[in-house]
């Protein structure tokens, strides 16, 4: 296996309550060093995805059945929360979950919970210097920040932790255009300046594309597309579904398109 390989999904299907499957053979890969979007409509199965990355699934009573996770060469689906956060790969959830009642610096300080007691001051500081709106805020409750705020909080948070991989679910959901452009800058910041790999779940999917080095499209629990990022911001039917350029408004299913390429699966 190559060794700049930080993520291998291989042919993964996730299920729910024994019953209902959302994941039906999905595969992909994250190099070291990268960013990779995750593009796709609403219950598409993004955001089941990074679960099954996080461990995160258990808590919600669902599994992946099939297939294999590997994380720096080692399988690690379906462990728990607890070692896979250990292990460096950190989920910030969609919806900007903070704890209103701790000050902006104490829910901060709460993303050091998995390091045993080590220094964190250096930390704080490189936050603080990604997020300065943060440093201005660090002694209020968090339950007081704006939308925007509280997304630099959460990122913030996760940044904390000191992560190899962090998976990034709908950064930009809710916020006004110019901090969507601001968060997004400073994740490819933080991905130059810390080399830290990074997954984004977005359905801003012009945005992500503009930082993506790579992109996968799902619909419906599978991958119906990929190609390096730039090859994706050109690539008609992603314009037309996704970036809203098209001549004609009308949006499709990827079902009704005959010509994008299946993903090549692993057996």
């Not at 607890?82 to 900007?96: F, H, N, S, Y």
């Not at 829910?107 to 704080?124: E, Q």
């Not at 933080?190 to 996968?216: D, K, P």
């Not at 730039?230 to 039917?237: A, G, I, K, T, Y």
Request: with cysteine; hydrophobic share 40%; net charge positive.
């Amino acid at each position: 296996m190559e060794n700049n390989i930080r993520l291998l999904i291989n042919n993964i299907s996730v299920v729910y309550s024994d019953v209902i499957q959302v994941l039906k053979g999905v595969s992909l890969t994250i190099k070291k060093g990268q960013i990779v979007s995750l593009l796709g409509s609403n219950g598409a199965g993004k955001t089941t995805t990074l679960k099954a990355i996080s461990g995160l699934l258990k808590s919600e009573n669902g599994k992946v059945t099939e297939g294999s996770i590997e994380y720096d060469g080692e399988p690690v689906q379906n462990s728990s929360p607890e070692e896979i956060t250990r292990k460096g790969i950190i989920q910030v959830l969609e919806g900007r979950q903070e704890f209103k009642y701790l000050t902006v610096e104490e829910n901060l300080r709460v993303g050091t919970a998995t390091r045993w007691g080590k220094p964190f001051k250096k930390d704080l500081e490189m936050v603080y210097h990604y997020f300065p709106a943060l440093l201005a805020r660090k002694k209020n409750l968090a339950g007081y920040c704006s939308g925007g705020e509280l997304q630099m909080l959460v990122m913030g948070r996760g940044l904390m932790a000191q992560p190899r991989l962090l998976l990034l679910d709908e950064p930009s959901l809710g916020l006004a255009p110019l901090l969507v452009k601001e968060i997004f800058q400073i994740i490819r910041r933080v991905n130059q300046e810390l080399g830290t790999t990074l997954m984004l779940v977005e359905q801003n999917a012009n945005m992500a594309l503009q930082i993506a080095h790579y992109g996968y499209v799902m619909e419906n629990g599978k991958i119906v597309m990929e190609s390096d990022a730039e090859d994706l911001r050109e690539n008609p039917d992603v314009k037309e579904f996704y970036l809203g350029t098209a001549a004609s408004g009308a949006l499709k299913s990827y079902k009704d398109v005959k010509s994008y390429k299946r993903r090549k699966r692993w057996l």
